[in-house]
């Protein structure tokens, strides 16, 4: 009895397993012919309903916009050239999509000026006076380019004014001597036009003096040079109570003549039979591409003594037609907005020397 039980559990048992392997294969038989999709095995209406309970966030909620314009008023020094953003203004207060829709202001471009100072270590206040021009060059909106120039010495002295400054400078040594401080300076001045026509920079070249003081909207007026610009220039004597004028007689922002001088407020100007005053370096601007694309201009690509002085082919490029000159300011010219202090060898003002401590100070504790 007890073998006969044992083979009927042995057969039950096969047939457990023959069924289920069949089931099996039927299962998988027919799901092979069923259709393949990425439709969620989930009803559509559930799907829906999870859909509709994640909503996207706005792109930009209204305090958002507040701390972006904030912030980009922060740094608006830093980034004066790049457009910003600004949010256009809503019509309707409740209206999340107005409030995200923005206006790109973009502000006009400013024209390179190019600034060139010579520099030398025979001058007895050279870094006060580059101190204190570098404080009038720090105000001006950029872009602006300072070059100094200086023979070579082993005094760092204008290095380390020019890195503290903040401003973008280029400082260019050269290795002659002179005897003649006045070829000295025009030795320089040829070394920064030649690095500018190398390097072919775009921009308005000025030569500012260690000595020239500046109205701040006289760069204004420097941007707005196409060609060649001149304005008058008063020179103050040291000790002395006399005031020259040098530069263009204007009608409107037309150079009609020039003034010869104006010593103790009498004036004297140039008439059509004396001949032309030399132009002064500091009184006149000149587009830098003259020098590396003259052709633009309507001038011959090689001028016999251009190579060797580009001072003298840009001042004889100046004086030699008038109609080319822009008088500066526009109204006649009647405006002073540059002063050169001339000190003679040997004198030194009253109050320099104190007024030289105070600076030294005030540099040093910013």
């Known amino acids: 009895m007890g073998s006969v039980e044992r083979s009927k559990k042995k057969v039950q048992l096969w047939k457990k397993a023959i069924v289920h392997f069949s089931l099996c294969f039927v299962m998988g038989f027919f799901t092979g012919f069923a259709p393949t999709g990425k439709d969620s095995i989930f009803p559509s209406r559930v799907a829906t309903e999870n859909k509709s309970q994640i909503s996207p966030q706005p792109v930009q909620t209204l305090n958002q916009s507040a701390t972006a314009v904030h912030s980009s008023n922060v740094s608006r020094s830093l980034r004066a050239e790049a457009p910003v953003p600004v949010p256009a203004k809503s019509k ?3 209206s999340p999509k107005q409030v995200d829709t923005h206006e790109v202001i973009k502000l006009p471009a400013r024209r390179l000026i190019i600034i060139v100072t010579p520099t030398s270590t025979k001058h007895q206040f050279q870094g006060v006076f580059l101190r204190r021009l570098a404080n009038t060059i720090k105000l001006v909106p950029q872009p602006l380019l300072w ?5 070579i010495s082993n005094s760092n002295e204008v290095s380390e004014i020019l890195r503290k400054t903040g401003i973008m400078y280029r400082h260019l040594v050269f290795k ?3 005897t003649d401080p006045e070829a000295e300076l025009n030795h320089q001045r040829n070394v920064a036009l030649k690095h500018i026509e190398h390097h072919k920079l775009s921009g308005i070249v000025h030569f500012a003096g260690l000595s020239n003081v500046y109205d701040l909207d006289f760069f204004k007026e420097l941007r707005q040079i196409e060609v060649f610009g001149t304005w008058p220039v008063a020179l103050l004597s040291a000790n002395k109570r006399k005031v020259v004028i040098e530069g263009p007689v204007c009608d409107s922002s037309q150079v009609i003549g020039w003034h010869l001088r104006k010593m103790n407020n009498h004036t004297d100007a140039e008439t059509d039979a004396e001949p032309k005053p030399p132009i002064h370096i500091s009184s006149f601007a000149f587009n830098s591409s003259i020098l590396w694309d003259p052709e633009r201009w309507g001038r011959p690509t090689s001028v016999q003594g251009t190579s060797q002085n580009s001072l003298k ?4 490029v100046v004086l030699e ?10 109204e ?10 001339r000190f003679p060898i040997g004198v030194v003002p009253r109050g ?4 030289a401590s105070l600076l030294d100070v ?3 504790q910013r």
């Open 176 to 178: 002659e001597n002179f």
């Open 362 to 364: 005030t540099v040093t």
């Open 321 to 330: 037609d008038e109609t080319k000159l822009k008088g500066i300011p526009p």
């Open 92 to 94: 309707e207060l409740g």
């Open 332 to 341: 006649e010219c009647s405006k002073i907005m540059l002063w050169r202090l």
């Open 147 to 151: 070059i100094v120039v200086e023979g």
């Open 352 to 355: 320099l020397v104190k007024t």
């Open 313 to 316: 082919f840009v001042k004889q």
